[in-house]
């Protein structure tokens, strides 16, 4: 499986904005980057996906590298609620799982 | 609406007993699929259905675990003679159409099941 890196723990503020960034330097053409988060004693939810362009949806946006080798999920404006793990997935073509890394832990500080 | 849902939300259960969990999928999703989760442990995946039928199984810990999925929508997810290492909990999702046929569609989670094996 394609291989993801992402730091820990990160931890910002209140109405700021949050930087998560996602290393895949193995990633190859068809893989697709998705990003899910998991809130306390829930499920994972769906945060956002692409491929090459940069997207953006009413949750957050993503940030393709050129050499789509790393990734960045940008959350505009955080809140209280945006405190979870956050996963960067590679989603291989004809693979049907989502194979979960460690992710990165946010915290939001009032 | 409504999304996937799950029973029972918890269940403790004594060493060797068997267990069933189950799962109701998103109306109309074809896909479906079982993650566990144990204690600071990261999500794992255990089985994929595409209707009916189990293309992938490769995530399954044991022959303990089996998994099926009947009329294309509610699935059961069975633990026989359950272990203590069995603790954890049990995801399942859906998604519209398998999320890896064009690696686009994302998958639904329900709340899990919370298995304890005392």
């Known amino acids: 499986d394609a291989k993801t890196t992402q730091p820990n723990s990160m931890e910002s503020n209140e109405e700021e904005p949050v930087h998560l960034p996602c290393n895949h330097s193995t990633i190859s053409g068809t893989d697709y980057i998705h990003w899910y988060r998991q809130l306390p004693s829930q499920g994972p939810e769906y945060v956002i996906h692409?491929?090459?362009s940069n997207v953006n949806n009413r949750m957050a946006s993503l940030a393709i590298a050129e050499d789509r080798k790393s990734s960045t999920l940008i959350l505009h404006r955080a809140t209280l609620r945006d405190a979870a793990v956050y996963y960067c997935?590679?989603?291989?073509?004809?693979?049907?799982?989502?194979?979960f890394g460690q992710g990165t832990r946010l915290t939001i500080n009032p | 609406g409504a999304g996937v849902s799950q029973s029972p939300s918890n269940k403790v259960t004594e060493k060797g007993k068997d267990v069933e969990l189950r799962c109701d999928p998103i109306s109309g999703h074809t896909a479906l699929y079982w993650y566990r989760q144990s204690l600071g442990q990261g999500l794992e995946f255990l089985i994929y259905?595409?209707?009916?039928?189990?293309?992938?199984k490769s995530g399954l810990p044991s022959d303990r675990f089996s998994a099926e999925r009947t009329g294309g929508s509610v699935s059961t997810l069975t633990i026989q003679r359950t272990q203590q290492e069995d603790s954890a909990v049990y995801l399942c999702?859906?998604?519209?159409?398998?999320?890896?046929?064009?690696?686009?569609?994302?998958?639904?989670f329900g709340p899990g099941t919370r298995l304890t094996v005392l």
């Open positions: 692409g491929l090459t």
């Open positions: 999702a859906s998604s519209l159409a398998p999320t890896g046929l064009a690696g686009r569609d994302e998958q639904f």
């Open positions: 997935i590679l989603m291989v073509l004809g693979a049907q799982k989502l194979v």
């Open positions: 259905f595409q209707g009916n039928s189990a293309p992938d």
